[in-house]
Every structure is written in structure tokens, then in C-alpha cells.
């Protein structure tokens, strides 16, 4: 379990902000682990049928989390708005990174991302944002190829045209993009 | 390419598996689109939002083996007493049912018997309030046999010589 458990609680913390939720996640991950020990067969690695174990888990949890039906502009913080504003004059992308606007924007993640399905926050972070291929994830939740395409297209819609929404807020935002694709 | 919307382009692929090839025709589509602009605007800022969420991690606490085999421990108990618990609701059915068996059996053999035995100087304490003629009286029209004068005067002498 001190072997893998850093490597649990990192899978769990890319769906869970929550350090109560990613414990909890990484905790259930594991007593699984042990009450299920005896139908791991040694055919695959013990990090693949973990990694499994805790796709499945995180899902779980997922599903039974409240989920917002809509990220309104209104829900926005300051610091959020902001960094919208910032996003959109290109200011906050490769220059001025600084870790509280990393928190801030993963922070604006978490809640655009509590709009989508939980299947497809699962799909969308492990391809978009992991960078791990359809194969990879069909190979963690044990989906169908097209279902995980599938899942992907339509979670990368949804968050697309949540941020829209959000961008859409300032009539003079397309001015904004053209000045920041011209200094670019 | 360049008259060609790119948002189904964009929402089939991630955005960093986009080729050099894909990425030209998305700027020179961009140049005269707004929506598409916008569209690939956004799906820049998802992609964005999402890694910096995936770089975030957190390490567990150094208590968190010690928790696990904690929780592990409770919820093996907890499967042990589910599986013995049909066991003792059988035993204790049948422990309830042999208590009722013997409380039966207790009230039959002491309480019922001691009511008879209750009831005995019940009888002749009644029988004592009828004087001896009325006995014998009694008893010869029950045996439909007549008692003789020699049979009702010895016992009334009887009587009275106890007395």
C-alpha cells in the first residue's frame, strides 16, 4: 500500500479538489484492492488493475455528487472574472503563470467541469487534460472505443459552450481576442 | 479549408493532437469566422483549464496506510458478525421457543395439580355443612337402595359419641 498509494491519490486529485474526497476515493480504491485481491490473476500489472480499481471509484463518487446544471456568469468570482479577462487579452496563458492564478484556474475547472456528466468529466480530464490516448482510457474504465470517442466529443462541446457563455458576457470581447492574436 | 467551419474539427480531436496542417487552416479560417474564433477561443481556455486541474495533486498524509488498514479491520468485523448473525437469530429462536416449553410445562405440572388439590377441602368443607342423615339420605337415593333403621341409628350414635 506505500507504493501505491501516492500514485492512488494523484489518479483520485485529478476529479476530486477536496482532500476529504480524494482520501476517501484513495481509501475505498484500497479496501477494495484487498477484498478483491484474490480475482486479480497476475495477468496484467498490479498498477493497471489498481489504476482500474480506482477509475471506477472515482466515477462512483462522481456519480453520486451533486451536479451543477449550469455555470451562470453570476457564479463567477472576482478572481475568476479576471482571469477570464485576463485569458482572453492572452495575458494569463504562457506570460504572466503564477501559481495563485493556477489555483484560480483550476479552481474555474472544477466548476465548469461539474456541469458535464460525470462519465464525461472522466473522459474529458483523462484526454484533454492528461494527454492519455481513447486506448488508455478504454483500457481504465473498460468502455468501448466508441464510447469513449464519443463521451470525449461531447464533453469537449459542453465545456466549450459553457466558456463561451462565460466569454460571451462582454460585448466587446472578439475586440479583445483580435488585439491579442495581432500582439502575438 | 478556409471556407470550412472548424468547431466540428476541434471538438473531434484534442486540441494538442491537432496538426501543424490542422492548426494553419484553423488560423486562416479564424481570420474570417467569429464564431469559429470564438469556438476555438474556448476550446484553447478548456484545454488550458483542464491541465492546470490535472497538475494539481495532492500526496496522502502520512496517516492515510494507517487509516486504511483502521477501515479494513472495522469492515472485516462487520462481515463477521453479518455472517454469524443469522446464527445467533436462530439460536436465540430456538432458546426463546425452549423457554416457552418449560414455562408450559412448569404451569402444568404446579399450577394446574395445586388448583385440584385446592378445590379437594372446597368438597368437604361443603359436605361437612350437611348433617349425617342427610348424607346417608343422600347416598340411599343415589344407590336407589334403602338404608335400613339399624344402619341410620348406628351412625347418628356414632355421630354423637364423637361429639
Known sequence: MRRYSPRVFRFASKFFRQRSLVEEAAQEVFLKAFTELGSFEGRGSMEGWLTRITTNTCLNLLRSAKRRPELTVSDLTEDETNWLDNKLTAAATEQHQSSERSLVASDLAARVLQTLTPDDQLVITLIDGEEASVKDVVKMTGWSESKVKVHAFRARRRMRKAIEKLLIREPGWNKSLASSRSSE | ?163
Open chain 2, 1 to 163: 479549408m478556409r471556407n470550412e467551419h472548424i468547431i466540428n474539427l476541434i471538438e473531434n480531436t484534442p486540441l494538442a493532437s491537432l496538426s501543424h496542417d490542422d492548426l494553419v487552416a484553423i488560423q486562416a479560417h479564424t481570420e474570417q469566422c467569429s464564431d469559429c474564433l470564438r469556438a476555438f477561443q474556448a476550446a484553447q481556455i478548456s484545454v488550458f483549464l483542464l491541465k492546470e486541474r490535472a497538475a494539481e495533486q495532492l500526496e496522502p498524509s502520512p496517516f492515510f496506510n494507517t487509516r486504511v488498514l483502521a477501515a479494513l479491520r472495522e469492515r472485516q468485523t462487520a462481515n463477521q458478525s453479518w455472517t454469524w448473525s443469522p446464527l445467533w437469530r436462530a439460536a436465540g429462536a430456538l432458546a426463546s421457543s425452549m423457554v416457552a416449553t418449560v414455562a408450559t410445562l412448569a404451569v402444568l405440572t404446579f399450577i394446574i395439580p395445586g388448583n385440584q388439590v385446592a378445590s379437594g377441602p372446597q368438597i368437604s368443607s361443603l359436605s361437612n355443612s350437611y348433617s349425617a342423615e342427610e348424607v346417608l339420605l343422600n347416598q340411599s337415593e343415589q344407590l336407589s337402595e334403602p338404608a335400613s333403621d339399624a344402619q341410620v341409628l348406628n351412625t347418628i350414635y356414632e355421630e354423637e359419641a364423637v361429639r
